[in-house]
């Protein structure tokens, strides 16, 4: 970890994350096979969303956080569905079905043992992220008939709040 290899794909990660911007990135997603997420959910990215809708989603700012080797546990068993998007499909979003608790355990940077218990938007972003580690998208879990583009999302549902579960549960009829 505390190789200069390792900490400059960290600090390149980073920067591809902001450039994008995103609110997480997977090394996978920038062609490393290494077990490394690094999160980052700026409040200016909350300023173009629906203020209720933010509510709704338990969604609140979250500092700079890298993970190495992290590992997911999955608490309870509620779960919610709100749309989510990704840097490696961009343009789309579709509506998935994610645990609303989980608690995420790796090491930081530094290579120290962090844990993170986290619910809401949080544990959605935690959940995508390890995902990709294990060469998972969202695309792999979304309701299908929710997939969209991001303009007709745009167009027709980023105002509605509570839709989008309607919107999922009659994918299953
Ligand atoms: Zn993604």
């Known amino acids: 970890i505390a ?4 900490q400059a794909l960290i600090d390149s990660m980073i920067e591809t994350l902001r450039d ?3 609110e997480g990135l997977a090394a996978s997603q920038v062609g490393e096979n290494l077990q490394i997420i690094i999160i980052e959910d700026l409040a200016k990215y909350h300023k173009i969303r629906p203020k209720k809708l933010l509510a709704e989603q338990d969604r609140k700012p979250v500092e700079l956080t890298v993970i190495i080797n992290p590992k997911l ?3 309870g068993t509620e779960t ?3 749309f ?4 490696s499909v961009s ?5 998935v079905e994610r645990a609303l608790r989980v608690k995420v355990s790796g090491l930081n940077r530094e290579g120290k043992p962090i844990e993170i218990e986290a619910t809401g938007w949080l544990a959605r972003i935690l959940q ?6 294990s060469g998972k998208l969202y695309i792999d879990r979304m309701c299908p008939r929710s997939f969209m583009t991001e303009k007709a999302f745009s167009l027709h549902w980023a105002d509605k709040r509570a839709a989008d579960r309607t919107h999922c549960m009659q994918t299953s009829l």
């Open 73 to 75: 546990t999955i608490v």
């Open 84 to 87: 989510e998007g990704c840097l």
């Open 128 to 133: 995508h992220e390890l995902d990709h580690l």
């Open 91 to 95: 343009g789309y979003v579709a509506v």
């Open 3 to 6: 190789s200069s290899r390792i």
């Open 20 to 22: 994008s911007p995103g």
């Open 80 to 82: 919610a569905s709100y």
